[in-house]
């Protein structure tokens, strides 16, 4: 069951009042460098309205993407309170997908389609695809174990979108990264992840597939997250999400010369992209925070040349490289 965004509030987006926009925005479009444009242009697919996915809408919304799609299956309980911000205790026993479209409508401030969806993606697969070829971003939040990871960035990568995963446990915080236009690992080139499933979960199948009943279920100890945790994580999450964006529209937005020389323009723009994706191929893909010891620990990963994702992409992206921890701490 969905819930939709009305045509008329759609509307109410295209006829926004710029000044009022703004005037909503003003404090974050001082900030040097910020491209709002670019963020504003963005639609995002939520996966789980839970500890991380209530924080990430709520970045999403107030940071003004242009569209939000939300999906999670589960309704509210007493033992999500105390992280869940999306939730109060008159929704217990509710729907989050139902309730979160409630709840985010309320903090609409840039007038963001918001979606959201009450759907048990591994019986609905091919509807998470259908939802992801919208999207520019992907925000992984749902646990159900490593094949559903490995599924998601499989799509990812077939649809050239950013992936997003985060995690938390105690008093650790794991958010894992991967820029649509990186030249680096994979959440797959992270992982040891192995099975005779993995075919069926190949970027040349993931789109086709229907749903994923076949993949094994994982068994997890029941989580152990405070609200600040799970915050932090969420908005690193996004955190990583919008540089990562400003990152790669920068040298766009600058690469207008008044030079007349035609010569010398192709060159300086092939030297910027260049440059750009450097920085995008530097971005750390997996980021660890011990928030206890306030330690962070950072690691920009090469592509594996084992990795069943990677090896499967296009020959020219791929480099013969073998996977290699660089701690940047
Ligand atoms: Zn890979």
């Keep these: 069951?969905?819930?939709?965004?009305?045509?008329?509030?759609?509307?109410?987006?295209?006829?926004?009042?710029q000044t009022l926009f703004h005037t909503y925005l003003d404090r974050q479009i001082r900030i040097p460098d910020w491209n709002q444009d670019v963020i504003s242009q963005q639609t995002c697919l939520v996966l789980g309205l839970g500890g991380l996915g209530s924080t990430v809408s709520i970045d999403l919304l107030r940071l003004g993407v242009k569209k939000m799609i939300c999906v999670d299956y589960d309704h509210v309980?007493?033992?999500?309170?105390?992280?869940?911000?999306?939730?109060?205790?008159?929704?217990?026993?509710?729907?989050?997908?139902?309730?979160?479209?409630?709840?985010?409508?309320?903090?609409?401030?840039?007038g963001t389609e918001i979606e959201c969806h009450e759907l048990d993606v591994i019986k609905h697969w091919d509807r998470?695809?259908?939802?992801?070829?919208?999207?520019?971003?992907?925000?992984?939040?749902?646990?159900?174990?490593?094949?559903?990871?490995?599924?998601?960035?499989?799509?990812?990568?077939?649809?050239?979108?950013?992936?997003?995963s985060g995690g938390t446990f105690q008093t650790t915080v794991t958010v894992d990264y991967v820029h649509a236009k990186s030249?680096?690992?994979?959440?797959?080139?992270?992982?040891?992840?192995?099975?005779?499933?993995?075919?069926?979960?190949?970027?040349?199948?993931?789109?086709?597939?229907?749903?994923?009943?076949?993949?094994?279920?994982?068994?997890?100890?029941?989580?152990?997250?405070?609200?600040?945790l799970a915050a932090m994580c969420a908005h690193l999450m996004v955190n990583r999400f919008v540089y990562g964006l400003q990152l790669s529209s920068s040298s766009l937005s600058s690469s207008t010369s008044n030079s007349t020389d035609q010569t010398n323009n192709e060159q300086q723009e092939q030297e910027q992209e260049q440059e750009q994706q450097e920085l995008i191929d530097s971005l750390p893909n997996r980021i660890m925070f011990y928030l206890n010891t306030l330690e962070i620990d950072k690691w920009t990963l090469e592509k594996s040349s084992h990795c069943p994702l990677c090896c499967s992409l296009s020959v020219s992206t791929t480099t013969t490289s073998t996977a290699s921890t660089a701690n940047e701490q």
């Design 1 to 17: 069951m969905s819930v939709s965004s009305s045509s008329a509030e759609q509307q109410k987006r295209s006829l926004y009042d």
């Design 77 to 110: 309980e007493t033992h999500n309170l105390n992280r869940q911000l999306l939730y109060n205790k008159s929704h217990v026993g509710q729907s989050k997908a139902h309730t979160a479209k409630i709840i985010l409508e309320e903090q609409n401030i840039c």
């Design 128 to 164: 998470i695809v259908e939802y992801a070829r919208q999207c520019t971003v992907v925000f992984n939040m749902i646990d159900v174990g490593d094949y559903w990871d490995y599924a998601v960035q499989s799509l990812c990568l077939r649809l050239g979108l950013t992936f997003v």
């Design 183 to 228: 030249r680096g690992a994979c959440w797959s080139c992270m992982s040891d992840i192995k099975s005779d499933h993995l075919d069926r979960l190949s970027v040349d199948r993931i789109e086709q597939l229907k749903d994923l009943e076949f993949i094994p279920r994982e068994e997890h100890p029941i989580g152990a997250s405070t609200c600040y």
